[in-house]
């Protein structure tokens, strides 16, 4: 099968104690992007150097790494078996010693988490047991818990309905405040123009990285979309609109 090239001359800094959006049309690499800032593409040849914090990615020992960038990837497969703590808990193993026992400050995190995504009062069903946006919730909580300075998160409102994918936003906006760094691959423009910066991809090239309030994002992304959304404000907030 013959090699094919899916990201072209990405030569990007995303800022620290930011929210970033990543959107574009489907094929355009937004989750190639992402997997190639967490170091998940080992078997792919990727050129260039991804730095992490500073320092190459593939510098860091993985532990290390681990609490430094918590993932949520899209449809993930999890032991469908585990209950919604212990699938939760999972976040906490860059944590934790070799096959120690969570500690307090692991299970405080941990409920943190789930209550943070109102996965609490399930947290004793197998995850085989819940509906698709409750299963997502959980695997919100898991990233959540990890406590990471920078997390990336691809299509993380699959499923969620609209008041919990405010609820998401509210989370973001809060892990933000608190100096932490958040990248979101996003579907739902009207919610990922609500980051502080949006990374507009369109066949594997980065068409535009801008502020989400500065008119030429708003043009670039009508541009991608190939004019059949329009981005307008709505009681104060960029919205994008279908074309219809
Ligand atoms: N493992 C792979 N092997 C070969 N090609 C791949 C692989 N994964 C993705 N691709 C191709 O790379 C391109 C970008 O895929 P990617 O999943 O990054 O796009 P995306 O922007 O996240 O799309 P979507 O919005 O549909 O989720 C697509 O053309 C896809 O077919």
Redesign the pocket.
């Known amino acids: 099968m013959q090699n094919?090239l899916?990201l072209h001359g990405i030569d990007l800094q995303l800022p620290a104690g930011r929210w970033t959006s990543v959107v574009?049309p489907?094929?355009?690499?937004?989750?190639?992007l992402l997997k190639v800032l967490a170091g998940l593409l080992r078997h792919a040849r990727v050129e260039g150097e991804v730095q992490l914090l500073g320092r190459p990615l593939h510098a860091w020992p993985a532990r290390a790494r681990a609490r430094q960038l918590a993932w949520l990837g899209q449809n993930e497969s999890v032991a469908d078996d585990l209950p919604a703590y212990d699938v939760a808990m999972l976040g906490r193993l860059p944590h934790r010693a070799w096959m120690a026992p969570p500690s307090a400050a692991d299970h405080v995190a941990v409920r943190e988490a789930l209550v943070t995504t109102q996965a609490w009062d399930w947290r004793a069903r197998p995850l085989s047991q819940l509906s698709g946006g409750e299963r997502q919730r959980v695997l919100l909580a898991r990233a959540l818990a990890v406590q990471a300075p920078i997390t990336l998160m691809d299509e993380p409102l699959a499923n969620l309905d609209p008041p919990h994918q405010a609820d998401w936003v509210r989370t973001v906006r809060a892990l933000v405040a608190g100096g932490r760094t958040v990248v979101s691959?996003l579907?739902e423009i009207s919610i990922a123009l609500q980051a502080d910066d949006l990374l507009i991809?369109a066949g594997g090239c980065v068409a535009h990285h801008g502020a989400c309030a500065d008119p030429a994002t708003h043009a670039a992304l009508e541009r991608v979309f190939d004019r059949r959304i329009r981005v307008r404000q709505i009681d104060g907030v960029w919205m994008a609109l279908p074309c219809v």
Not at 26 to 32: D, E, L, M, R
């Open positions: 094919s899916i574009g489907n094929g355009a690499g937004k989750s190639t691959v579907h991809m």
